[in-house]
Nanobody
Framework: QVQLVESGGGLVQAGGSLRLSCTASGSFFSISAIGWYRQAPGKQRELVAT???????NYADSVKGRFTLSRDNAKNTATLQMSSLKPEDTAVYYC???????????????WGQGTQVTVSS
């Protein structure tokens, strides 16, 4: 079973920074893309950023230039560095990873439990 554990959320003032981490644990063969998504109250979950195993990143337009996603494949960890935070960044942030359980299985999607990020104005 694969578990994604997120950490690093909290309360910060506008203009501040936070770092979110997502670590995969359990028994699995490999991880391909890792992504961060967020869901604000009353809104749909939206993509924030993704990163491939090779390190190629993709960002939502709303966070480009402010957020940086990186990963450490040896530690099965992805880190989202968030800077110049705005009140509209307030949401529950979820980690997502595509994981292959064995060498012959298909990739499956896994989600973390979510971590709250609140940006005060």
């Amino acid at each position: 079973q694969v578990q994604l554990v997120e950490s690093g959320g909290g309360l910060v003032q506008a203009g501040g920074s936070l770092r979110l981490s997502c670590t995969a644990s359990g028994s699995f063969f490999s991880i391909s893309a890792i992504g961060w998504y967020r869901q604000a109250p009353g809104k749909q979950r939206e993509l924030v950023a993704t990163i491939t195993v090779e390190g190629r990143t993709n960002y939502a337009d709303s966070v480009k230039g402010r957020f940086t996603l990186s990963r450490d494949n040896a530690k099965n960890t992805a880190t989202l560095q968030m800077s110049s935070l705005k009140p509209e960044d307030t949401a529950v942030y979820y980690c997502n990873a595509r994981v292959r359980s064995t060498s012959t299985s298909w990739y499956a999607n896994y989600w973390g439990q979510g971590t709250q990020v609140t940006v005060s104005s």
